[in-house]
């Protein structure tokens, strides 16, 4: 019993919305955001980085503030203008690789995260839910959706399909080479007829946006509670999601670097992990993974193959069979000492699109000792994980599309 509903977006109007679009803030160098910010004075991040106008680096709830006057002049200034009806939105991205991604930007119901039927696989960080919490509520909009995912669905999809024959609103190429496009639905009929089929589903799913969501949440209890006329069609009761069905999911692992081997020789590392793992040395040339249990291993110039020995592991919960965790309670944890997969700094990841090069010549160059890869997780084991209310262990998966900043905005 999914609830969407439809949204008076504010986007950038057609002629500089491939200007507005930015990545997240975060994924950027500090190079590449001010070479962007020096010569683009439409990018949004111009909005999310507001210090940059006095060359200063501001924090906290000042920025939040800037944050929001500078939302507000791209506003006063054109670049920015709200829809008259509300809408949902069918977004296209086609990536460099020629994946493509289909899918519904829409207003998503807090109340259905709360009840459990918008399904999580990731913990969150309660202090990064609070910050970002308070960031909402100052700025009064969202600028980049969750992403959700739900069971493929024929009806849905048909109409889909059948907007996307129309001219699009925006078609625009990032300099990824990645190419976006948006259509309008305002026709009530389609509207009704794509609520119904939500309204069918009894969960629908987190694919990327855990914090984002949960922060969300947080907005919208405050907001209930201060609200003594409450009525629960407010705007602070839903949050920007841009859904899509399962099959248009890509997923990827995050492939691990350990920097030591917690004082072990490479000779006692290796008889720790024969307890628990086949091992065969695959030389110099780079390997991986095919299938689900088996681990590849770089180390000391050579890469290796692990295979589960399954008679000393035991598969009681959908968490225990995904890879990333298996490698946790087998090799990370008891043997390397990692306890903490977000804090530790002995730790980092590598996501699954680069391929076991990349592991190999962060071990060469000696920064770190071994190396790990794995292979990717499915649909279906994410929904299983968050079914049974279990939670994965950080940088899990690598879930496609990933989405711009500042193409729809969701205000409250």
């Known amino acids: 019993m999914a609830k969407i509903k439809p949204f008076k977006a504010v986007r950038p109007t057609r002629a500089i919305v491939g200007l507005v679009a930015a990545r997240p803030y975060q994924s950027y160098t500090v190079n590449e955001r001010d070479s962007r910010m020096d010569y683009n004075p439409y990018s949004f991040l111009h909005i999310v980085n ?198 248009d999911l890509v997923i990827h692992e995050f492939n691990r670097l350990i920097k030591d081997l917690n004082g072990l020789s490479k000779e006692e590392f290796l008889i720790r992990l024969d307890h628990l793992y086949r091992i065969e040395n695959r030389g110099i040339v780079p390997y991986s993974p095919s299938k689900p249990h088996h681990f590849s291993m770089y180390l000391d110039g050579e890469f290796y193959s692990l295979y589960l020995r399954k008679t000393n592991y035991d598969f009681d919960t959908s968490l225990d069979t995904l ?35 990349t592991i190999k010549s962060g071990v060469d160059s000696g920064e770190f000792k071994v190396g790990f890869g794995m292979c990717a997780a499915t649909i279906k084991q994410i929904k299983h994980i968050a079914d049974e209310g279990l939670k994965m262990p950080p940088k899990s998966t690598y879930i496609l599309p990933k989405l711009r900043s500042g193409i729809t905005i969701y205000e409250f």
């Not at 925006?170 to 609520?195: P, S």
């Not at 087998?330 to 730790?347: A, E, K, S, V």
């Open 50 to 247: 507001p210090g940059y106008k006095y060359d200063q680096v501001i924090t906290g709830e000042e920025r939040y503030k800037l944050v929001r006057n500078r939302y507000l002049e791209f506003k006063e200034d054109g670049i920015f203008i709200q829809d008259e009806k509300p809408s949902f939105y069918v977004y296209k991205i086609v990536n460099r690789h020629g994946q493509e991604f289909n899918g519904i930007i829409a207003a998503t119901s807090a109340e259905d995260y709360e009840k459990d039927v918008i399904k999580k696989h990731e913990d969150t960080l309660a202090k990064r839910e609070q910050t970002f919490k308070t960031y909402l509520q100052t700025v009064g909009f969202n600028a980049e959706p969750v992403l959700l995912t739900y069971p493929d669905n024929n009806v849905i999809s048909s109409i889909i399909k059948a907007t996307q024959k129309n001219h699009a609103e925006f078609e625009f190429t990032m300099t990824y080479r990645d190419t976006h496009y948006l259509w309008k639905i305002d026709n009530e009929d389609d509207i009704v007829v794509i609520q119904d089929e939500f309204d069918k589903m009894e969960t629908i799913y987190i694919a990327d946006g855990h914090h984002r969501s949960a922060s969300s949440y947080l907005l919208y209890k405050d907001e209930k509670a201060k609200n003594i006329n409450h009525q629960g069609s407010e705007a602070y009761n839903f949050f920007m999601s841009y859904l899509i069905p399962e099959s």
């Open 323 to 357: 890879d990333a965790y298996l490698l946790y309670k087998t090799i990370l944890q008891p043997i390397l000492g990692i306890n903490d997969l977000r804090d530790d700094n002995r730790i980092e990841y590598v996501n699954g699109r680069h391929e076991m090069i």
